[in-house]
């Protein structure tokens, strides 16, 4: 299980990681619109701050997406969710339980 929370958190620092150079690049941009006469340094800040908007909007879309897409992907190798695994650990707890107090029972 730990190469997949690995696997996990590789994909999310991808998107991070995209999203930071996304961001950078629009900046760069806008900067360089405004050293050129193309648009005043008001325009260009409102177009950073609506991008930014828009690319954070997306970011949470696309992770909600990924973390749907992995949940399918790990449920199709048949990876159990922690609380089948929760259930299972509670389940072995009482059968141990049962084995312990007949075996109590039998040494009496």
Request: negative net charge.
């Amino acid at each position: 299980m730990d190469s997949s929370n690995d696997f996990l958190k590789q994909i999310l620092l991808l998107g991070v990681g995209t999203t930071s150079l996304v961001a950078e690049k629009i900046k760069q941009v806008s900067d360089e619109w405004v050293k050129n006469g193309t648009i005043n340094p008001e325009q260009a800040k409102n177009m950073v701050d609506e991008l930014m908007e828009q690319l954070k909007s997306e970011q949470g879309n696309l992770d909600a997406q990924m973390q749907r897409q992995l949940r399918n992907i790990l449920m199709d190798l048949g990876v159990p969710r922690q609380s089948e695994m929760d259930e299972l650990r509670g389940r072995l707890d009482r059968l141990e339980r049962q084995v312990r107090d007949l075996e109590n029972k039998l040494w009496r």
